[in-house]
């Protein structure tokens, strides 16, 4: 069962928030940001961990930066975080190898359970190459 928020006020801010975040990431969001939003406080969280993460000059290159964020998602079991940051890794120069190379680290340090939720991003990758 979903629980959704309906005061309309709260509906309002989530919408601005989601708008914010969606300008933010470059014109799009995840269905998971729109569920964090059903609670202004905790998508205006999000937001504000995204803005400190990512503002101003960033010293470690993008490709890099994603291919972090995918490793984080396999430690923490969390599947959007991977196959999110897997693309964003290559849409930012990451070769199908490096991918592959970071997955064998997760599994070298995690496990071969850390590793199973990236299992569909070769043929994704594959797909749009």
């Known amino acids: 069962m979903a629980i959704r928020e309906t005061d309309e006020k709260r509906l309002e801010q989530s919408r601005e928030l989601i708008e914010e975040l969606k300008e933010l990431r470059g014109g799009n969001v995840l269905s998971f940001h729109k569920r964090l939003a059903n609670d202004p406080q905790l998508i205006h969280a999000f937001i504000e961990q995204y803005r400190n993460c990512n503002k101003g000059e960033n010293v470690i290159p993008r490709k890099y930066r994603e291919l972090m964020i995918m490793l984080l998602g396999c430690a923490t079991g969390v599947e959007t975080t991977i196959k999110t940051h897997a693309k964003l890794a290559c849409?930012?120069?990451?070769?199908?190898?490096?991918?592959?190379?970071?997955?064998?680290l997760a599994f070298f340090i995690c496990g071969v359970q850390a590793i199973i939720p990236a299992a569909t991003i070769f043929d994704e990758i594959e797909e749009k190459e």
């Open 91 to 104: 849409e930012n120069g990451a070769s199908l190898e490096e991918v592959a190379e970071a997955l064998r």
